[in-house]
């Protein structure tokens, strides 16, 4: 196996550009995203954009930057899926080219630098971070930046103070997206790591650089919690009390649950999986402190995730960024370099090699099962792109022996994947029940009526109904001179007896939005509702 030529630029750019910014509408937008959205769209709707709200309700839990940005791009565009979720396309974008420049910063090798974009645009959460409207990938793409101009601090003696000043800008962004966990993930590491390889390249003047930019990055990221506090300090403290008890005592996981860090990057899982454990098990020589930069970087990211007890898979996200590049390093230098010729280095090469040979006949597998099986409709188009696919992938890589055909054939699956299953797997309801709760609105329009939510509804519904749903409150008094819509949990029916008693009570619908029929295993039930007619009493 052979490393002949560049890797293609313009292929990486159109891989990047593939994959995130097609389809972004087809995916279902989940709780998380309806949470957000909800938020952006009630800044647009009550000018609500200091004290931000969900459903009318004050929702201090996550700071608001990315909830601004969503907000402007949804006035320019409309509130549509793909409007919200472009933004955050836009900033894992940003967040390639960044690291593309960090990686050379880093001196190492241009391929090493193209290839960590070609992994990391790859890398299955990194996809679905910038595909969806959450705002882990603000956070992080923000401080991968902040990080880009701390190197730059680091390593030269001119435009100083610009440099602090953009990097306090963009740590302090960061911080304004989700907190601090991107400086505590990305950032810190990253700091412990150049202290441990490159300390003695840093100047002692640069320190009060780095104290100033430590001032700014706090400036800014904590401007949103002091304003909110000083209007409203007992709930914003008492949210803030309650994040931070979640951080030890809500989904709590041992230490070691983060074991299988390296499958939230997907079609690179094994590969990644081989780039960590080789310099455990074999005596690799590592020809510069460069070369193990990333890799000491990926395991203190790591470390650092593992202390905290709350623990989640997608908190990994930041892990996979400098991961991305150890990936990038250990193909190419396995390649270049004496330890090349190792059994076990062709062992990695091999695999490296096949996998795409392997996902192409999954790929394959799957799409003749459902061609044969399930009923032809025009989105049996999608079904047959896909099964192309395979084709392309073994007409680029056979009679070869250079790797970089290889290499593109992942993007190639990825973007296959992107372009024809997620259309092909969101858009075929198998719920034959399924009715959205914006279907309320014609029961309004038919009976003149008015919609209240017994509880606090499901963001999922709060999105879809278009606007606020007010909330069933005890202390008010309902006319029993008018109709009312209530929306009703199966758990809260007696309670609906209870509240409107001595009134005429009518069943007219069931609202479900879940894709997949009831009974099975993946139908939930905070996705369905009842909707009545509380009747009004006339004399």
């Not at 780039?275 to 990926?298: C, D, E, G, N, Q």
């Not at 699956?413 to 299953?421: D, K, P, R």
């Not at 709060?462 to 309902?478: A, H, L, R, T």
Request: charged letters at 15%; aromatic letters at 16%.
């Amino acid at each position: 196996m052979r490393w002949n030529n560049d890797l293609s630029l313009p292929f990486i750019i159109f891989s990047c550009l593939a994959l995130y910014l097609v389809n972004l509408q087809v995916i279902p937008i989940d709780i998380m995203e309806a949470r957000n959205f909800i938020s952006a769209r009630e800044m647009l709707q009550d000018g609500s954009w200091l004290h931000t709200t969900l459903n009318g309700f004050p929702r201090y839990e996550k700071p608001p930057l990315p909830t601004w940005i969503t907000a402007i791009f949804g006035s320019i565009f409309g509130l549509h899926t793909w409007a919200l979720r472009l933004p955050a396309a836009l900033i894992a974008l940003c967040t390639f080219y960044f690291l593309y420049k960090i990686t050379l910063a880093l001196h190492l090798h241009k391929e090493i630098a193209k290839l960590s974009i070609l992994v990391a645009s790859s890398s299955f959460y990194i996809l679905f971070s910038g595909k969806n409207g959450q705002w882990d990938i603000y956070t992080h793409g923000f401080a991968i930046i902040g990080i880009w101009y701390t190197l730059n601090l680091f390593q030269n003696d001119s435009k100083n103070l610009k440099h602090t000043v953009l990097a306090g800008v963009f740590f302090g962004f960061s911080i304004l997206s989700k907190g601090p966990v991107g400086i505590y993930a990305l950032v810190l590491p990253f700091l412990i790591t150049y202290l441990l390889i490159y300390r003695k390249d840093i100047q002692g003047r640069k320190w009060w650089y780095v104290g100033l930019t430590v001032i700014i990055s706090l400036v800014i990221g904590t401007s949103w919690y002091v304003a909110t506090y000083l209007s409203n300090p007992e709930k914003v403290l008492g949210t803030m009390a309650k994040e931070s008890e979640n951080w030890t005592s809500y989904n709590v996981r041992p230490f070691y649950y983060y074991w299988s860090f390296f499958t939230q990057s997907g079609i690179w899982s094994l590969t990644a999986l081989l780039a960590i454990i080789t310099p455990l098990i074999r005596k690799v020589k590592w020809r510069h402190s460069k070369h193990k930069f990333s890799y000491v970087w990926t395991l203190l990211s790591l470390l650092l995730l593992s202390l905290i007890p709350e623990k989640k898979s997608r908190y990994l996200l930041p892990v996979l960024f400098p991961l991305a590049i150890t990936i990038a390093v250990s193909i190419y230098y396995m390649l270049h370099h004496r330890f090349s010729k190792e059994r076990w280095t062709k062992i990695n090469i091999a695999i490296l090699k096949y996998i795409p040979y392997f996902v192409s006949a999954v790929l394959l597998v799957v799409v003749v099962y459902l061609l044969i099986t399930e009923e032809w409709t025009w989105h049996t188009l999608y079904l047959i792109a896909l099964g192309i696919t395979p084709f392309i992938v073994y007409k680029i890589t056979r009679k070869t022996d250079r790797l970089q055909p290889s290499l593109y054939t992942y993007s190639i699956l990825c973007i296959a994947l992107v372009w024809f299953g997620l259309p092909y797997a969101f858009t075929q309801f198998t719920n034959k029940a399924y009715q959205p709760v914006s279907a309320v609105h014609s029961y309004e329009k038919q009976f003149g009526i008015n919609t209240i939510s017994m509880s606090n509804p499901t963001p999922e519904f709060v999105w879809d109904y278009g606007s606020k749903i007010n909330v069933f409150d005890s202390e008010n008094e309902y006319p029993i001179t008018e109709d009312i819509g209530v929306l009703v949990k199966e758990s809260e029916y007696d309670l609906l007896l209870n509240t409107f008693e001595g009134r005429s009570i009518e069943y007219l619908t069931r609202l479900d939005m879940n894709q997949s029929n009831e009974g099975t295993g993946s139908h939930r039930s905070r996705l369905y509702i009842d909707y009545y007619l509380v009747k009004a009493i006339t004399d």
